[in-house]
Nanobody, 120 residues
Framework: QVQLVESGGGLVQAGGSLRLSCAASGRTYSIYAMGWFRQAPGKEREFVGSVNWSAGSTDYADSVKGRFTISRDKAKNTVYLQMNGLKPEDTAVYYC?????????????RGQGTQVTVSS
């Protein structure tokens, strides 16, 4: 198994920035990709972005393109989500996930989540 622990959430004003971190432990050698999802109250979970662990290639939801950046530190088994230009609609619980296979859309493990609140 892979264990994931997120950190870095908090309260920020609109237009501000936050950086989330997600540290992986356990069978980290099995990681194929790591991703971020978010879920706002009363809404469905939404894909934010992901990074291929080996290649470093990234993918983003249209709603965050140009504002959010995902990066990884393979030595630390950590993935980051740099969020700039935050908007009130970015308010949600952000979850780190990991995939241990290349099957599209399949995520095997998830962290406990970290709250991000953007005030207007």
């Amino acid at each position: 198994q892979v264990q994931l622990v997120e950190s870095g959430g908090g309260l920020v004003q609109a237009g501000g920035s936050l950086r989330l971190s997600c540290a992986a432990s356990g069978r980290t050698y099995s990681i194929y990709a790591m991703g971020w999802f978010r879920q706002a109250p009363g809404k469905e979970r939404e894909f934010v972005g992901s990074v291929n662990w080996s290649a470093g290639s990234t993918d983003y939801a249209d709603s965050v393109k140009g504002r959010f950046t995902i990066s990884r530190d393979k030595a630390k088994n950590t993935v980051y989500l740099q969020m700039n230009g935050l908007k009130p609609e970015d308010t949600a619980v952000y979850y780190c996930t990991t995939a241990i296979s290349a099957q599209p859309g399949v995520w095997h493990y998830r962290g406990q989540g970290t709250q991000v609140t953007v005030s207007s």
